[in-house]
């Protein structure tokens, strides 16, 4: 879970649904930099660092006051927030834009990989129902395990490795 959405169910329960809705929006990519200005706003009223972690410290030691702080930040601010919302989407949509902007030899090798995967399957099944496999189950398995986790999950994996190199540069740091 992200540390934005840590504070997702918070504002849920808080009765904050402007806020929720722009962090909910702005998850991720483009958008970090709206989710950050909510944060900052929030932060400021409650007197924390700007950061989800200390926002949702202050909320379980003093769930009461931090619930009035950010229903009162959203009524003074609705207007506010109703833009930075509009400007996450905006942020989305031109994320949209630019991922279909690629296409070309992308979207083609994409596209080839996929149908690959599928026509190997396809001719293992009916190899395996005319009784002449021709490829090794577990093979097959293997190798769509690698297609799905690079294909699929490369994102996940960049970003899991990024986070461990910024944790380790962080630990020689102290």
């Known amino acids: 879970m992200s540390a934005i959405a840590v504070l997702i169910p918070i504002l849920t329960q808080i009765g904050a649904p402007i806020l929720k809705n722009v962090l909910q929006q702005s998850i991720g990519g483009k958008g970090a930099d709206v ?8 932060a400021g009223r409650l007197g924390v ?12 030691q003093r769930p009461q006051q931090v619930s009035a702080d950010i229903q009162k930040l959203e009524a003074e601010n609705g207007a506010l927030f109703i833009a930075l919302q509009s400007k996450a989407i905006d942020k989305q ?26 026509r190997i399957w396809v001719w293992q099944i009916v190899a395996i129902a005319t009784g002449t496999p021709s490829i090794a189950t577990a093979d097959l398995l293997q190798l769509t395990t690698w297609f799905l986790g690079l294909y699929m999950g490369g994102h996940t994996l960049k970003d899991f490795g990024k986070n461990i190199a910024t944790a380790l540069a962080t630990r020689k740091e102290q």
């Open 93 to 118: 949509f031109e994320l949209l834009l630019a991922e279909t902007k690629a296409g070309g030899l992308k979207d083609a090798l994409a596209l080839g990989l996929d149908v690959f995967a599928c």
């Open 35 to 42: 989710a950050g200005d909510v944060i900052d706003a929030i």
């Open 49 to 60: 660092e700007a950061t989800p972690q200390a926002i949702e410290d202050a909320y379980l």
